[in-house]
């Protein structure tokens, strides 16, 4: 049984950074390509980042290009959101996503597994 385990969401004024961690287990994390999502009140569900199961490529969504930044470390199954300068619209609550599959994708139909979410919030 697959399972995502996001954690270190929270509350931050603007301009600040968190850290969200996505630990999985039961599947071949580095054969596995990783992203995350996020789903703000009233909005659909939309693409923030992703990375190949090397973890040498990536992709970022416009939006946090420069403020954002993913990494992995397949050693521990673990990949990480750097989240900095973070702005009101930024609140959602983010999910980590993995794929069968190593290659980077971008739409959520392309995700076999998700975790539970986890809460960020922004007050300016």
């Known amino acids: 049984q697959v399972q995502l385990v996001e954690s270190g969401g929270g509350w931050v004024q603007a301009g600040g950074s968190l850290t969200l961690s996505c630990t999985a287990s039961g599947l071949t994390f580095s054969n596995s390509a990783m992203g995350w999502f996020r789903q703000a009140p009233g909005k659909e569900r939309e693409f923030v980042s992703a990375?190949?199961?090397?973890?040498?490529?990536?992709y970022y969504a416009d939006f946090v290009k420069g403020r954002f930044t993913l990494s992995r470390d397949n050693a521990k199954s673990t990949v990480t959101l750097q989240m900095n300068n973070l702005q009101p619209d930024d609140t959602a609550v983010y999910y980590c996503a993995g794929r069968r599959f190593g290659g980077l994708a971008r739409h959520q139909y392309e995700y076999h597994y998700w975790g539970q979410g986890t809460q960020v919030t922004v007050s300016s």
């Open positions: 990375t190949t199961d090397s973890g040498l490529s990536f």
